[in-house]
Structures are given as C-alpha cells and as structure tokens.
C-alpha cells in the first residue's frame, strides 16, 4: 500500500487498543489545568487529582528556586517541570500517579521551549 495507512489500518489500530483496554480493564485518567502560579495552590490541586492518573499543568509560573518538595502531591511522583526562566510566567509541569511506570525522556526537551515529556 505505497507505506500510507488506510482508515482500516487506523480502526484496526484503535479496535487493538480498546481491546487492550479491556483486558487489562486499566484506563488512565488525564487532568490537564493552566495553574497561573502553581505554588499558591498545590491544596486545591491536591484535592482536584483524586480521580487522576497523570496531572498537565501549564502556566505553572515556576522558577529553579520552587523546590519541588513544595509541590509536592500524595500518591504523586514528583512533579517533571520545564521552567521559563526568562520571564516570571509560563512553565509546565506533569505529575503523575506513583502506581504508573514512568521515563522522563529530557533527550527530547529543547533548549527554550516549554515542553516536557514522558
């Protein structure tokens, strides 16, 4: 097929993973929130994450000097951030749960750009 997948290819694709998901009856819950200063509230997003597997945040407005001790979640690894260091807004983060294997990949982070990966 000239290496271009046709929409069965991608059903096939999906139709494996839901019965993936169904096996192993394992489903990973997502919370994606824009914190604007995540420092003030680790409470409220504490209480938010009962029900998630993997916290997004964006607009954390982080610096180095935020200790991640400080950030800190129950039940949470700590959290995998990118700072803007330029500027005292902007920043991301990701948390997740501690009963998920995880990786950060930094080999894919570039320099001055807010991204972070897993």
Known sequence: MDGES???????????????????????????????????KVDQL???????????????????ENKDEDLSIPNFYKPIRKDRTWDSHGGVAIYCRQ???????????IDNLEATWL
């Open 99 to 109: 009963n998920l294997n995880k990786k950060h990949r930094s080999d894919l982070e």
């Open 46 to 64: 504490t209480a938010e994450s009962t029900e998630a597997d993997i916290i997004v945040l964006t607009e954390t407005w982080l610096s180095p």
């Open 6 to 40: 046709s929409d069965s290819d991608t059903n096939d694709t999906f139709s494996d993973l839901q019965q993936h998901q169904y096996q192993n009856n394992h489903t990973i819950r997502l919370l994606n929130i824009n914190a604007q200063s995540l420092r003030y």
